[in-house]
């Protein structure tokens, strides 16, 4: 992947929850990923934000990352997707979504059911969503995940971040960091792989 910039903010989180440890990385800028104003939990002791250049229209990346029913078919870390609602992405959309977690010393391996709400959305340009995350003795309360996409030269940058809250996860911040960082960063490098493959472009 070619991540032009990556950054450790206090305790690092993702989306997908990998057992692989996560990569060091230079800083990034501080300026917060947001949609119409809105970003991750300010309050949320663990968060984490990336961003990577993708060479594919940024029409394409967009239209991949929203497709939400086939996220299993790119996702290495989504084990199923589906819409809650017809049409497109837009505020009051759900989703549902499964990730299998491997097990911990703390937690059993499990999968984690994830249902989603989106709350801002420009279409072509930002995205932002949340939830609960459940499994068989793991949960995670809430997380908030937003998405940017800002044209560039030869691509898109995609720009992401995202927060968890929750007193089990909040409580074991060591694992936190060891299982869950590298998810959003496997996300990001499975969307760029995918969008600049050429049945994509």
Not at 144 to 162: C, D, N
Not at 163 to 183: M, N, V
Request: glycine content about 8%; aromatic content about 6%; hydrophobic content about 40%.
């Amino acid at each position: 992947m070619t991540r032009l910039r990556t950054t450790l903010l206090a305790l690092p989180l993702a989306a997908g929850l990998l057992g692989v440890a996560a990569p060091a990385a230079p800083a990034a800028s501080v300026q917060p990923v947001t949609c119409r104003g809105e970003g991750i939990d300010p309050a949320a002791r663990l968060h984490y934000r990336t961003e990577t250049l993708i060479k594919a229209p940024p029409g394409a990346v967009w239209n991949l990352q929203t497709d939400v029913a086939g996220w299993p078919s790119w996702q290495s870390a989504v084990s199923g997707a589906k819409r809650l609602d017809p049409g497109p992405l837009r505020p009051g959309s759900r989703f549902r979504w499964t990730t299998p977690v491997p097990a911990t010393p703390a937690t059993p391996a499990t999968t984690l059911v994830i249902t989603s709400t989106v709350h801002q959305s420009q279409p072509g340009r930002c995205i932002r969503w949340s939830g609960p995350a459940i499994g068989e003795g793991l949960r995670i309360d809430r997380g908030v995940h937003v998405w940017t996409f800002t044209p560039a030269r030869g691509g898109v940058l995609v720009r992401t971040e995202e927060s968890w809250t929750g007193e089990q996860i909040e409580a074991d911040p060591a694992t936190a960091i060891k299982y869950l960082a590298p998810g959003l960063d496997a996300w990001l490098a499975d969307l760029k792989t995918t969008a600049e493959a050429p049945c994509h472009r």
